[in-house]
């Protein structure tokens, strides 16, 4: 049941479904260590979308710029590690979509509260490119934006459901993408946000 997006990316609808609840509860008990925060982009304004890491590094923004930091700059002490199971479903997915050997040593966590989204970017902060990315959604639908390789590139919109993980390897990898402004809900057991992880490589293999 993967669906091929083209260009690398495959979709895996409610792969993670069966682990969804536990997968939110783990990332309460990460955020008690390492809390959501509205991280500053470079220019100065504060991301709608709350953010925090767990694994062996985690992805920061300020006004010096983007960068992987091995510890929390909010609390100086080093990211949660990576929950097993949060590991295990990446490689699963990965495996399940012709990406053996992915072994993500890093996991952003996004928050999304109503109205929160998350403007037109390219991932390009992990040295290695010819890594995948694996993006599990939780909780609130949001309408996914997935453009190509220039900025004007024409957009896609895709729904993203709970349980839903979306590999992105090959040159989607390098693809704008973005999140349109979540719509007011509540999702039963998750409440009124969507969580997304994504899972990285970024230290050398
Ligand atoms: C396509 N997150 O964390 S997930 C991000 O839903 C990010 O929170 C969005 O974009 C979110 O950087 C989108 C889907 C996604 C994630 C990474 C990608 C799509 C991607 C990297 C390259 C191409
Ligand atoms: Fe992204």
């Known amino acids: 049941r993967p669906e091929s997006m083209g260009d690398g990316a495959v979709l ?3 792969f ?3 682990q969804a609840t536990d997968l939110v509860e783990a990332i309460d ?3 008690e260590v390492a809390p959501f925060r509205h991280l500053m982009t470079p220019g100065g304004k ?3 979308a ?3 890491n767990c694994g062996a590094q985690g992805w920061v923004s300020d006004r010096r710029g983007y960068r992987y930091e091995a510890s929390d700059p909010a609390t100086g ?3 949660p590690a990576m929950p097993p199971t949060f590991h295990a479903l990446a490689v699963r997915a990965a495996q399940a979509t012709g990406y053996n050997g992915f072994d993500p040593d890093v996991c952003l966590i996004n928050r ?3 109205g929160a989204k998350m403007s037109l970017h390219q991932d390009r902060d992990e040295p290695d490119q010819s890594q995948p990315i694996v993006s599990v959604s939780l909780g609130l639908e949001a309408v996914f934006l997935w453009g190509g390789t220039e900025r004007s590139s024409n957009v896609r919109k895709i729904i993203l459901r709970h349980g839903d993980v979306f590999v992105f390897g090959g040159r989607s990898r390098l693809y704008f993408h973005g999140i349109a402004p979540l719509k007011a809900g509540d999702f039963p057991g998750v409440g009124q946000r969507r969580l997304n ?3 990285r490589r970024v230290a050398p293999i």
Do not use: D, H, I
């Open 46 to 48: 504060a991301m709608s």
């Open 112 to 114: 999304y509260e109503p």
């Open 12 to 14: 895996l609808r409610a």
């Open 29 to 31: 008990v990460l955020a």
């Open 197 to 199: 992880l994504t899972f």
């Open 50 to 52: 709350a953010m925090t």
């Open 16 to 18: 993670a479904q069966a």
């Open 77 to 79: 002490k080093f990211w």
